[in-house]
């Protein structure tokens, strides 16, 4: 299986900040890497997929960057909305898998 | 709209059986594979496995082979996710999500990625 590792686990941060979350794949996953966003008690919501494709309707504040086994996700002014969990995701390769995720709290 | 709108919360006990479902709407149903996904109590998500709708073919993850059982109806549009003898430790919240995608820049592949996603079902087990 592919281990994906995401760091820092958790976060605090003020609004307006720049904010960078790292997930690093455990083998080359290509650009087959996607970010999701999950607000407490809410199902998740894709951000980015492809690495670095921004998903319509998501604030353009979030962008993607990476290949191979490397990558982030930055939200470039933090908004109160944006408090949320982060998860990486590979699909690269059977099983799909998932990094631990990264809390961002204020 | 696409939207895909799980079955409500269940509370079982140990070796009982369970089958909870999944309906698509605002798409054609047999065009895109569905997944389904745990989140245990305060953890992460896991992928379980994914149905093709069009012909009910499944891949399951190695993790939870043996233990579930997914299946399709196209006439209601719906899947389902099946235990035949739940667990205490089966209990989490169960998201069913869409498969979308579209050609990768360098051709012959696809970018995948989940949506929509399902508002979970949660799933309680305990004596």
């Known amino acids: 299986d592919i281990h994906l590792t995401q760091s820092p686990s958790s976060l605090s941060a003020s609004v307006g900040d720049k904010v960078t979350i790292t997930c690093r794949a455990s083998q080359n996953v290509h650009t087959y890497l996607n970010w999701y966003q999950q607000k407490s008690g809410k199902a998740p919501k894709v951000l980015i997929y492809g690495a670095s494709n921004l998903q319509s309707g998501v604030p353009s504040r979030f962008s993607g960057r990476g290949s191979g086994a490397d990558f982030n996700l930055s939200i470039s002014s933090l908004q109160p909305e944006d408090f949320a969990i982060y998860y990486c995701?590979?699909?690269?390769?059977?099983?799909?898998?998932f990094g631990d995720g990264t809390k961002v709290e204020i | 709209e696409v939207q895909l709108v799980q079955s409500g919360v269940e509370v079982k006990k140990p070796g009982e059986s369970l089958r909870i479902s999944c309906q698509g709407s605002?798409?054609?149903?047999?065009?895109?594979?569905l997944s389904w996904l745990r989140q245990m109590p305060g953890k992460g998500l896991e992928w379980m496995g994914r149905i093709d709708p069009s012909d009910s073919y499944t891949t399951y993850s190695p993790s939870f082979k043996g233990h579930v059982t997914f299946s399709s109806d196209r006439s209601t549009n719906t899947v389902s996710l099946q235990w035949s003898s739940l667990k205490a430790s089966d209990t989490a919240i169960y998201y069913c999500a869409r498969h979308s995608r579209r050609p990768s820049p360098s051709g012959g592949t696809w970018f995948n990625w989940f949506d929509p996603w399902g508002q979970g079902t949660l799933v309680s087990v305990y004596s």
């Open positions: 605002g798409y054609t149903f047999t065009d895109s594979w």
């Open positions: 995701q590979q699909t690269h390769d059977l099983p799909l898998t």
